[in-house]
């Protein structure tokens, strides 16, 4: 704590350059993407690391990857397609180059250390030729009785076209000898692999020697492919998976009821423009063509990998596998000492604020919050914005069970929260049965905000507030999504607070949500798409101003992307007048630190531990004394999508021992972590910053609320 505010006592001195400062050059954002999955992957590395927990690193590097190409790839590759874009083929070959890269480290890495580790503990995944008569014929049971009632083979002719194959599912082709039933020469077939079979198998203990045996089930298939094809010899066959442009595109304008026109696409979805292909190394290159033409794909769009296609469904094996000491050790929320179990949180909150540090403390206060306004009689109304909440919510219950009991129930429901379309659709359609006023946002905007508001009624001394009682608000405000069950694996923090002036603006973002109505000057909060960007800039230029003048001058950012260009410059501007800034920036950086005359006095880091880093974090310091100095938390990055084109908010921290406790623990133990840090370098690589027995953030927060 002394070291951050000692940081600020003396201005770093300024970058005078005599000759002209060139423009900075921006890293590219797709490989800074792809940079982060480097560091996710570099997790799995770690000897400190449990195996299993490793093992999970390399499922979270396929997601992530997953969804990369769904979205920002295609996003590419489209631009680099369209006329007079500043994306040209050669950038699009340059992403995927890295991404090739990248794909071939992590199969290197699953194949090299952590299955060879795993199995010198006793879990083994066995191919055909490692098991043994036993074992095959458990395999061949399995196929027989589970899988193969399933499988449709396709052989293809004039009559059977190439079928239309789903997004990221799992498929083989297959060559064939000699004639089909009917005397034809038909020689490639497809087997499309339906999506409810089990990927990894477990076999019985009884044929499994004494080990934890797996089989995965393309391996199962694969063994079996001939009896698919009676009569016919299998020359040559392969897995494969297609992964295609996710990205659902609604005209929201033109769409009268836009849940309609998004349900209607979550189909679609699923057969979009081919972006990558992904087969196992050994495929034959007749087969590979062959593919590339159906999915009208270009030779750098093929991924030959070295084992599954799919590394994702490799989590089936982590949930099956007993080994108990190959996972971390089960963390528990510790219950915010602030914050009386079992009491009234109206009345705590009359108090003063609450401030929750998820996974730390437990999101559980949040829940209570909720569940108390539901059964309070004197509870009038709750107001809840919708991001991600999962398909099972004790919030969204919460919600339904309020609008049953005759509250005004209002839910802002952000539908087109990607991956969650549907379902934030199901929830919305049951909230609107039960009687709740369910709202969409603003068309053309993403709600991003994390917002609750409890109207209650209550009297002027306390008690029960019957007939002419006074409306108090209560609010609960967050940098993360209202899950429950990713509150235990990301960093976030929550506000619970009865504040006046930031209940009134919460109110009134709600008021702009439904009604499309003019949002007053609000009194605490800053809201996007108004006067975020806009208040952010201003306190970058008062440090470079303090700066200037020899003032300390100081700038701590913690989000996860650093992509906006206004921000970006606005940081190189205050860079260069001399203020010390520090970023810690989880995910995508485009800025690089350390350029001559540009970025001298900027430092960004990454930490990637055993949660995901998700708070949000915004200090600001142009003197010397308090009242010089700024502290926000937000649901928003420091991305043009947050700043401009989404509904968010950011709130600042006046409270003196809260906001200490925020600068204490997001901002100082990761601006000091030695365990999971990397430090970006200007050329856009990482470089950790892990030293031998080197403290880590994440572990002594942990360590910190356990005692």
């Known amino acids: ?120 503990q006793g879990l083994v995944v066995l191919q055909h030729s490692q098991r043994n008569a036993a074992q095959r014929r458990w395999v061949a049971a399995f196929f027989e009785e589970q899988v193969r009632p399933l499988l449709v083979p396709v052989g293809l002719d004039p009559a059977h076209p190439f079928p239309t194959v789903a997004n990221k599912s799992l498929n083989f082709i297959v060559q064939l000898g000699g004639r089909d039933a009917f005397g034809r020469e038909n020689s490639i077939a ?20 004494g080990r934890q045996a797996f089989v995965l089930l393309s391996s199962v298939i ?22 295609r442009d996710s990205d659902l595109e609604v005209d929201e304008d033109d769409a009268t009821n836009l849940r309609q026109a998004l349900r209607s696409g979550l189909f679609t979805r699923h057969f979009g423009q081919a972006v990558r292909l992904e087969v196992v190394e050994s495929c034959p290159q007749a087969l590979v063509q062959f593919l590339l033409q159906q999915f009208q794909l270009p030779a750098w769009a093929l991924y030959r990998v070295n084992g599954p296609v ?76 919708i991001y991600r909440t999962g398909t099972e919510s004790a919030l969204m219950e919460q919600l339904l069970e309020a609008a049953r009991r005759g509250k005004e129930v209002t839910v802002v429901v952000e539908l087109k929260a990607r991956f969650d379309e549907e379902a934030n659709i199901n929830w919305a359609e049951r909230l609107e049965a039960v009687g709740a006023q369910v709202v969409y946002g603003i068309v053309g905007l993403k709600t991003h905000a994390k917002l609750l508001l409890v109207t209650r009624r209550e009297r002027a001394g306390g008690g029960h507030g019957r007939g002419n009682g006074v409306l108090r608000r209560y609010a609960h405000l967050s940098t993360g999504n209202y899950n429950a069950r990713t509150a235990r694996l990301y960093t976030d923090l929550g506000c619970m607070t009865a504040d006046p002036e930031l209940t009134a603006d919460a109110d009134a973002v709600f008021q702009q949500l439904t009604g499309q109505v003019e949002l007053p000057t609000l009194h605490r909060l800053l809201a ?170 994440q572990p002594a927060l942990m360590n910190l609320y356990q005692g």
């Open 222 to 243: 694969r063994a079996h492919l001939a009896e698919l094809f009676p009569g016919r010899e299998v020359l040559a066959f392969s897995q494969f998976r297609v992964t």
């Open 1 to 120: 704590m002394n070291d951050f505010h000692a940081a600020t006592a003396e201005p770093v001195p300024r970058a005078d350059s005599v000759a002209p400062v060139p423009p900075l050059v921006l890293l590219d954002r797709e490989k800074a993407i792809l940079e982060f999955n480097r560091r996710v992957l570099a997790q799995a590395r770690r000897e400190d690391v449990p195996l299993l927990e490793r093992l999970r690193y390399v499922t979270i590097v396929s997601s992530n990857l997953d969804e990369f190409f769904e979205v920002r790839f295609a996003d590419v590759m489209e631009a680099a397609r369209l006329p007079g874009t500043a994306v040209t083929a050669g950038e699009v070959q340059g992403v995927a180059a890295a991404a090739h890269a990248l794909v071939q480290e992590q199969y290197a890495l699953f194949n090299d250390e952590v299955m060879p580790a795993l199995e010198q």
């Open 310 to 385: 799919n590394l994702v469904r490799l989590a089936q094996l982590i949930d099956q596998a007993d080994a108990r000491t190959l996972r971390f050790t089960p963390w528990e929320p510790a219950w915010p000492a602030s914050l009386p179990q079992g009491g009234s949180i109206f009345e705590r909150l009359q108090q003063g604020n609450v401030l929750l540090h998820h996974p730390f403390e437990s999101f559980e206060p949040v829940v209570q919050f909720l569940r108390e306004a539901v059964a309070d009689p004197d509870v009038l109304a709750i107001k809840q914005t």
């Open 190 to 209: 497809i087997v499309k692999v339906p999506r409810v079979l089990p990927r990894v198998i477990r076999l019985p203990d009884a044929v499994a020697e």
């Open 528 to 697: 996007a798409p108004f006067a975020l960007q806009a208040a952010m800039l201003a306190h970058l230029k008062q440090v470079a101003r303090a700066a200037r003048a020899g003032r300390p001058a100081r700038v701590v950012v913690k989000c996860n992307a650093l992509t906006d260009p206004q921000l970006m410059a606005a940081l190189v501007e205050a860079s260069q007048a001399g203020a010390r800034i520090d970023l810690v920036i989880r995910g995508a950086c485009m800025l690089p630190p350390g350029v001559p005359g540009q970025t001298d006095n900027i430092r960004v880091r990454s930490v990637v531990g055993r949660f995901l880093e998700h708070t949000r974090v915004f200090y600001f310091r142009w003197g010397g004394s308090e009242q010089d100095e700024a502290l926000y938390l937000s649901s928003a990055d420091w991305m043009s999508r947050n700043m401009l084109r989404r509904v968010e908010v950011a709130w600042p921290m006046r409270d003196a021992a809260l906001r200490q406790r925020v600068i204490d623990e997001c901002l100082v133990p990761y601006l000091h972590d030695a365990r999971d840090a990397w430090a970006l370098q200007g050329d856009g690589s990482w470089r950790s910053l892990a030293e031998a027995g080197g403290a880590g953030a």
